[in-house]
C-alpha cells in the first residue's frame, strides 16, 4: 500500500477505511473516513474519455459522488467499505465523494482537483504523531522530509518530473533520497564525494514527490536547515532542530 520512499498508494486508502470501520477500546465505533479515486485528476485520460470512480470508505452507509457539483448518483456502501460509480467521462475540475449516515447527515468528504502548472517546490516534515516529535543529534536519528512539486494553490502536480538539488546548512548531512519510482536505478544513497554525481545529491520526483532522509550529527545540535531547488519552480526549504543528548 506504500511506494518504496514509503509515500501511500490508493490501496492505503482501502485498508485506512477497514482499520477506521473496525471497533476497538479507543474508539468502539467505526471513525468516518472517505477517501476517492482517482488522486490523480488532472489528465487521468482524455476529455470526455471513461474514467473509473470508486471510493473507500467507513462510518457510513451511503455515498454520493460529484463532478464539478453534477452528481454521480448515489450508492449502497457495500460490507467491504466500497463505493463504486463504474466509467465517468472525464472533466477536469473536481472530484469530490460525500458520505452520509443513516440519519442523512454529512460524514465525511474527499476531493480531488485538476491541478495548474509547477510553480515551486514544498518541504515539509513528514511526522506520524499529532505533535512533532523531538530530534537528537546522536548521529543516528533522522528526519524524514517530502518534497512536493506544487501549483500556485499549494496541489501536487502529479504529471511532475522535476530534478530536485537537495542541500542541507547546520549540523545534517543527507543520508539518502528516494522517490517511489521502481524504474529509477539511480542510486538513492550517493553524495559523498568518492561516489559519483561529485558529492551532489539529486532526485527526480515521481507523481510529484520525492523524499530526502537528513541525518543528524553527534554531539552537535543546533538547527538544520534542508533546501531543494529545482530549474523553471521556486525552490523550498524546511528547518528542524536537534537537541543535545
Sequence with gaps: MLDSAGFPKDRAGYYRSV???????????????????PQDWTAPVPVGNPVRVYAFLSGASIAEAFVNGVSLGLRNVSQFGYADWGSVPFQSGNLTAVSYTDAGAVAATSTVLTVGPPVALRLSLINSSAVPRPYIADGVDVALIQCSVVDASGSVVPFSSHLVTFSVNGPG????????????????????????????WFKQVFHGLALAIVQTRAGNPGSILVSASSPGVKGGNVTFFAAGT
Design 19 to 37: 482499520w477506521l470501520s473496525a471497533p476497538s477500546a479507543a474508539s468502539p465505533s467505526p471513525q468516518p473516513y472517505m477517501f476517492v479515486s
Design 173 to 200: 548531512d543527507i543520508y539518502g533520497l528516494a522517490n517511489g519510482d521502481p524504474a529509477d536505478h539511480t542510486p538513492d544513497k550517493v553524495g559523498r564525494t568518492d561516489l559519483p554525481y561529485g558529492g551532489i
